[in-house]
């Protein structure tokens, strides 16, 4: 959030609560800041040289860090079960102390169901195997020698803002908690069709059983279609090898499909007719819906965006110009439209995309707003390439059981009170 | 050339030069060096060792090496209860999953949290006898093995709509 004061009269509004039209930034800016977007002049009897600019600088580091201020930037870890079974853990992106679109590697979600393992790149091996003409096996060196393919996707979790899917109450908590199990990253590996090419798969292999050397063994069934189409081999993630926490040394990447299944730890690919129904397929990775029947195999995550930009537990800084700012994402494609709305729902405008707007990847969208102090609700809506819009909450919790916490992509609405706080709020 | 010659060179053209495009580094891997949990035991049972378990053998390593994390009869938590469904979890494996195979496969696999595969073939046909039973989907007689586990129908099995085969890859 940026703000400034600003004579309200001589805005652009583009819709109500004082939405502002996205044309209205540039064209301030180009007449010189003449529209009082400046900061104002702050009178200095003596002005301060701090003390870093009086001495020399501290050496030179093999690995940069963030700065000791930013310490508090930090995934909100839950472990819903840490008396028990600790290596079951849940690590939420802070979305709403983050900006751009690039999550960091050590911010980046993480969903561990037995525990981070702690994996020797040398001893690590890739299988291919089962409906193959060549079963094949590989070591890191050797898979370091094919051709790469780098692109920017998301990875969602199924069960991310599972605590507004299923509490009764909104939960007030930062966007690390409410929606950090998303996160985006560039990824850069080998197309999982050059490996699968290598080996041959057989006319009647039609699914992959992918499983990962984490203590568990996750595995998952995936349709040998997603896998020849555009499923990668991660062996980077933003440049660097890719964290522990992400699957080191290597990890399945299947955009736009949940998370679950883009198998961490990758070692083994096992090609066979059917899916074999593995454990996350039969129950926790399946959606109750609110006739008792189930959907089994829902893969791609849905269309959705939350604005981190005021966001829940942030206090504003009183009255006057903000840039709202948020995140939008879909499984099906690219994202088409964020439309913005500050007076809970009654009225509309379209938000700015921060481009090049790439498919299966996070897509920043922003609004000038100006906020006259009284209470309102803030909320985004994202329309996708192929027409799909997200819901507001009550239609999504009509469709499933009450228990379901899976696949939500609710419209997120935040209540600012004549006081400032920004709370979470269903509508 | 005929046809069939042309065809057959067609696809070989093809063959090369799809396995082109990597360097064609991977190692032959022989069917030994293939670890259990790189497979899954289906629906049918294949992948189904020798071996079997009742509940009553069930319920003792259950007991011992379960009950901390899934609750003392199976249905208490805190974790997934696989008796149930309850307030604490409505897709109780026992009872909602659609193959009583995956039972044992995953136990197997996974379990126990802190000492995955370390059960022997027996003790995880056991569990899974004694997680059936807990939920009335098997008598107490009954020894799970290769043969009888496959043949359980599970109560919720028809109850679940496959989305990919319905939809694709369309976001529900």
Not at chain 1, 48 to 60: C, D, H, L, Q, S
Not at chain 1, 65 to 84: L, Y
Not at chain 1, 88 to 98: A, Q, V
Not at chain 1, 119 to 136: S, T
């Amino acid at each position: 959030m940026t703000r400034s004061t600003k004579d309200s009269a001589a805005l652009d509004y583009a819709a109500g609560g004082g939405l502002l039209s996205r044309r209205m930034l540039l064209a301030s800016a180009a007449a010189g800041g003449a529209a009082g977007l400046l900061q104002p002049r702050v009178a200095r009897a003596e002005a301060e040289i701090p003390e870093w600019t009086k001495a020399a600088g501290a050496r030179a580091r093999g690995y940069g860090a963030p700065a000791e201020a930013e310490s508090a930037v930090q995934r909100a870890i839950i472990e819903p079960w840490q008396d028990v079974a600790p290596a079951f853990s849940l690590s939420g992106t802070p979305h709403h102390k983050l900006r751009g679109t690039i999550t960091p590697s050590g911010l980046h979600y993480e969903v561990h169901h037995g525990g981070r393992p702690d994996i020797d790149p040398a001893r690590h091996r890739l299988m291919i195997h089962g409906l193959v003409e060549r079963p094949l096996q590989f070591d890191l060196k050797a898979l370091e020698r094919y051709p790469t393919v780098t692109a920017t996707h998301f990875l969602e979790c199924a069960g991310n803002s599972l605590f507004n899917a299923v509490m009764p109450e909104p939960m007030q908590a930062g966007c690390d908690m409410l929606h950090g199990l998303v996160s985006n990253t560039e990824w850069t590996g080998i197309p999982m069709r050059v490996l699968m090419e290598e080996a041959g798969v057989k006319p009647e292999g039609k699914w992959v059983v992918a499983a990962g050397a984490d203590g568990p063994s996750l595995a998952r069934s995936i349709p040998m279609e997603k896998i020849m189409s555009d499923g990668m081999l991660a062996l980077y993630q933003n440049g660097e090898r890719i964290r522990p926490e992400q699957g080191y040394p290597m990890r399945l990447l299947l955009p736009g499909f949940e998370g679950n299944m883009n198998i961490k730890w990758l070692t083994s690919l096992w090609v066979t007719e059917a899916p074999v129904h593995t454990k996350d397929e039969s129950g926790e990775y399946t959606e109750i819906l609110a006739d008792g029947s189930s959907l089994q195999f829902t893969f791609a995550m849905g269309v959705k965006s939350f604005i981190t930009h005021p966001s829940a537990t942030m206090t504003m800084s009183g009255p006057g110009f903000y840039e709202i700012s948020g995140l939008a994402w879909t499984g099906a494609g690219k994202v088409a439209k964020v439309e913005v709305s500050a007076d809970g729902g009654a009225s509309w405008a379209e938000a700015a995309l921060a481009g090049p707007v790439l498919p299966q990847a996070l897509t920043r969208f922003s609004l000038p707003w100006h906020w006259d102090g009284s209470p309102l609700v803030l909320m985004s809506r994202a329309t996708d390439e192929t027409g799909a819009v997200q819901p507001p909450r009550a239609d999504w919790k009509a469709r499933y059981h009450a228990s379901n916490f899976l696949h939500y992509n609710a419209i997120q609405p935040w209540q600012i009170t004549a006081e400032g706080a920004v709370q979470n709020v269903y509508l | 050339m005929s046809i069939f010659k042309l065809t057959a060179a067609a696809l070989l053209l093809t063959a090369t030069a799809a396995r082109s495009e990597g360097p064609g580094l991977g190692q032959p891997l022989e069917a030994s060096d293939i670890p259990f949990y790189a497979t899954y035991v289906t629906p049918e049972g294949a992948g189904l060792p020798a071996g079997s378990g009742t509940a009553a053998q069930g319920a003792e390593i259950y007991a011992a090496k379960c009950a901390t994390c899934h609750g003392a009869t199976g249905s208490e938590g805190p974790v997934m209860p696989p008796v149930g469904p309850n307030d604490l979890w409505a897709k109780p494996a026992g009872s909602y999953w659609p193959y009583a195979t995956t039972l044992f496969d995953y136990i197997r696999r996974a379990m126990p949290l802190e000492a995955p595969k370390s059960l022997s073939d027996d003790e995880v046909y056991a569990l899974a006898a004694f997680i059936l039973e807990r939920n009335g989907v098997i008598d107490a007689e009954t020894a799970m093995t290769a043969e009888t586990l496959p043949a359980v129908k599970m109560p919720n099995h028809g109850n679940f709509l496959d989305v990919w085969a319905k939809q694709g890859a369309k976001p529900w």
